[in-house]
């Protein structure tokens, strides 16, 4: 049976619950996958749409080694063909773990009395950036703990601290945030320090296990934290990113809830989420779960496919949280940001004594801790493109992986130079060797797909980089 016309989030929804259980459990339970339909979810995405919950049901439900590969080898085709190969890298830079909730799931909480608390000093921000900013990071996501002592205001100091911190040719471009949400007045205060991208993760969008793994604390309030995005929106901030907790729940049922989410901005803001991240939980000290709804690789890998097809124009965030082979295959599905030489105990960056992960200092145990320079490496070795691109933000373009998406030709005059210029810079400023070589190689090849006018001012460009001069971007 198909449920349709769907319920679409309308305008007058702003700021309502917008998640029925039982409407997404009936898409799953009724939603047949015949091969046939298969193929025609999978025909309709590569022409550029975006899938209906129905249809995305189709894809979570098909079973069968085949048809599964179908639908990865759908989201490799719409990757290759529509985004091209550029890969965008940032890092997290943990700024406190002092935390109010007591997420069940998370070495930070609460209740773990073995976490050790700590909140970085301004001296001790300005030594991470400046350790971060010498491995060649541009973009950082700044992450907190939900406590008092992490008001709106500190956090919009933070990140106007972080944009302000320059070393040698060193300067992050875009601040991104992860941190519990604010009403209105506090996400307009964050929002005018300058951040890239308001992220929230929702972990799971069923309310009655939502209830259990947030026993306590201000977090416990499913739908204060479900509208959270709305209130960015009011406040002036439309560059969200959404997130599930793979593992808490059925991943099928999160993977429409992100798809229910994304309806709900598109219908009453007019713009989808930028972002989409799919964590899978990972151990952490004193972690209080039964390992129910652990997501195993194979539905992982075809989970991310799916969203992929699902929502084409929307960026996809995989993290070290990830093993290296893991983050390799996931890759080819349409994977858009990806974070490299990730740390995560707070002061670690600039502290190079300590490479071991030290759990009771950590939110959670990551499994790719390869330098930047070691995953650029790879990338280049893969013939990804690496980009530290930051143009459209900081030009004003929002919504720019819809346009990458839906502006012809916009790949080819705006990503794809940018992204080879901020390589460029890599390549002249921290660049190994080895990076050196195959870095210029993998820029020649993609230089080779540009018009030939754009071609020549990104040479012209490329130049003017190696001599000396920083930042130039279309
Ligand atoms: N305190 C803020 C909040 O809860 O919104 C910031 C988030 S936390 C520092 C970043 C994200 O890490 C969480 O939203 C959660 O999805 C994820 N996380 C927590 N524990 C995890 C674990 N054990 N393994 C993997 N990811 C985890
Ligand atoms: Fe605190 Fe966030 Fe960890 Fe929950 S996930 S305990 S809110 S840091």
């Known amino acids: ?9 309308i305008p007058d929804q702003r700021m309502k619950p917008f998640i029925d259980p039982d409407e997404i459990w009936n898409f799953i339970h009724n939603t047949s996958p015949d091969k046939i339909r298969v193929r025609e979810v999978i025909s309709k995405s590569l022409g550029k749409n975006r899938l209906t919950m129905e249809e995305t049901a189709v894809l979570v439900n098909a079973v069968g080694t085949d048809l599964v590969d179908e639908i990865r080898q759908g989201a490799r085709e719409l990757k290759e063909k529509v985004y091209g190969n550029r890969i965008v890298l940032f890092a997290p830079l943990y700024i406190g773990n002092r935390c109010t909730n007591n997420c069940q799931y998370c070495g930070f909480r609460v209740s773990n009395r073995e976490a050790v608390r700590k909140t970085l000093s301004d001296e001790e921000i300005i030594s991470e950036v400046e350790a971060l900013e010498d491995n060649g990071q541009k973009r950082l996501i700044l992450v907190y703990g939900e406590h008092p002592d992490y008001s709106a205001e500190y956090i919009a100091h933070t990140v106007k601290l972080v944009y302000g911190i320059k070393k040698g040719h060193g300067e992050i471009r875009r601040v991104n ?9 506090g996400f307009r205060t964050v929002g005018e320090s300058g951040i890239g991208t308001y992220q929230i993760f929702q972990e799971t969008y069923h309310p009655e296990a939502y209830k259990w793994y947030h026993p306590s604390g201000r977090k416990k309030d499913y739908e204060w934290r479900l509208t959270a995005l709305d209130r960015a929106q009011e406040a002036g901030i439309d560059d969200v990113g959404i997130g599930a907790l793979f593992g808490l729940y059925d991943w099928r049922f999160e993977v429409l809830g992100l798809l229910r989410h994304t309806n709900h901005l598109e219908a009453c803001y007019n713009i989808g989420p930028h972002t989409i991240s799919f964590p899978r939980i990972k151990d952490a000290l004193s972690l209080n779960l039964d390992g129910k709804y652990q997501t195993a690789d194979d539905d992982f890998k075809k989970l991310v496919a799916i969203l992929r097809l699902a929502v084409p124009y929307t960026g996809l965030i995989l993290t070290a949280r990830e093993a290296p082979d893991v983050r390799r295959e996931v890759l080819q599905y349409g994977v858009s940001q990806i974070d490299g030489g990730t740390k995560l105990e707070l002061g670690s960056y600039s502290d190079s004594k300590n490479e071991e992960q030290n759990l009771n200092r950590e939110q959670f145990k990551i499994s790719d801790s390869r330098s930047l ?26 919504g720019e992986h819809f346009m990458e998406f839906s502006v012809p030709g916009f790949i080819k005059r705006f990503c794809t130079p940018n992204a080879i210029l901020t390589l460029s810079e890599y390549i002249c400023d921290y660049g190994t060797d080895e990076v050196a070589e195959k870095g210029w190689k993998v820029i020649e090849k993609n230089l080779q797909k540009l018009d030939t006018g754009i071609m020549k001012s990104t040479r012209d460009k490329i130049e003017r980089i190696r001599k000396g001069e920083r930042d130039l971007y279309f």
Do not use: W
């Not at 049976?1 to 989030?9: A, G, I």
């Not at 945030?177 to 007045?185: K, Q, S």
């Open 177 to 185: 945030i992860n941190a519990a949400p604010f009403d209105i007045e």
């Open 373 to 398: 320079g070691e995953v650029i490496d790879e990338l280049l070795s893969n013939d990804y493109l690496p980009s530290f691109c930051t143009s459209c933000y900081r030009m004003g373009r929002t």
């Open 1 to 9: 049976m198909r449920f349709s016309p769907e319920k679409l989030s």
